[in-house]
C-alpha cells in the first residue's frame, strides 16, 4: 500500500514536471513567432530604398545613415557631367545658378536608376535656392513614380524642406510625396531613426 502511494506520488510529480516543460516550449514558440514579426518587419524596410543626389557629400552621407538604419537598398542619382566646385559657387554666374534660374534645366543622369520593385522613395537632395536641384526634376521625368510613395529629406545651410516638396508636388501632382524633414550634417542617429519611425509607420 506504502509502495502503491509512492508510486502515485512519483507519476504525480513526473506529469507536473512534463507540464512544466511543455509550458516553457510553447513560450519558447511564441517567442519565436515575435522574431518572425521583427523579420517581416525587415522585409517591409526591404521595399524601400534611398535614392539621392549629392553635390560635396552632405546629404550623401545622411542618405547612408537613412539606409543604414532602414537595412535598405541605396542608390546615388550620378550627374553626367559631375560638379566641379567652380560649378558650385553661388556667388558667381556658376552652373548650378544658371541651372536653377532655368525653368527648362534638366541635367542628364549618368546611372540607370531601377525602382521597379520599390513602393516607397527615400528621395535626398541638397537645398538650391530654396528648392531641389534641377537634376531632382529630371529624375521625376524619367521615372515612373506614381504607384510609390515618395518621401523627400535634404540637406542646406539653414533653408527648410517645404518649399522643395511644395514645388515637387506642384511639378507633378500624380506623386504622392510625404512633408518629408531636413537634416543637418550634426543630427543624431536618433533624430533619423525617429524620422523613418513616422515615415514607416
Ligand atoms: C548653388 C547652391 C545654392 C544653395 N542654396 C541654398 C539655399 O537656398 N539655402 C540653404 O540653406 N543652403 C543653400 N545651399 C547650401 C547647400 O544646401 C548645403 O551646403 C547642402 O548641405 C549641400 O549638400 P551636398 O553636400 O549633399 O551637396 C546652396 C548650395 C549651392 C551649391
Not at 542608390?75 to 525653368?103: F, G, H, M, T
Not at 534641377?134 to 521625376?140: E, G, S, V
Not at 510625404?178 to 550634426?186: A, T
Amino acid at each position: 500500500m506504502k509502495n502503491k502511494i509512492i508510486l502515485s506520488v512519483l507519476i504525480l510529480l513526473t506529469l507536473l514536471i512534463i507540464t512544466g516543460c511543455n509550458n516553457k516550449t510553447q513560450n519558447t514558440n511564441s517567442n519565436n513567432s515575435d522574431s518572425s514579426t521583427s523579420s517581416s518587419e525587415m522585409k517591409k524596410s526591404s521595399n524601400s530604398i534611398v535614392l539621392y543626389f549629392s553635390a560635396t557629400g552632405t546629404t550623401k552621407s545622411i542618405a547612408q545613415r537613412i539606409a543604414k538604419q532602414l537595412n535598405s537598398d541605396i542608390i546615388e542619382i550620378i550627374p553626367k557631367e559631375k560638379y566641379k566646385s567652380e560649378d558650385l559657387n553661388y556667388n558667381d554666374d556658376c552652373r548650378a545658378n544658371r541651372e536653377q534660374n532655368d525653368s527648362k534645366a534638366r541635367p542628364e543622369i549618368e546611372n540607370a536608376i531601377d525602382i521597379t520593385k520599390y513602393d516607397t522613395i527615400y528621395l535626398g537632395y541638397p537645398i538650391w535656392w530654396g528648392t531641389n536641384p534641377k537634376i531632382i526634376l529630371t529624375l521625376l521625368d524619367t521615372y515612373d513614380f506614381t504607384e510609390k510613395t515618395i518621401i523627400p529629406f535634404c540637406t542646406s545651410g539653414s533653408t527648410e524642406i517645404t518649399n522643395s516638396v511644395n514645388e515637387l508636388r506642384k511639378y507633378n501632382s500624380n506623386l504622392t510625396i510625404k512633408d518629408g524633414r531636413r537634416f543637418s550634417s550634426s543630427d543624431s542617429d536618433e533624430v533619423i531613426k525617429e524620422f523613418i519611425d513616422n515615415n514607416e509607420s
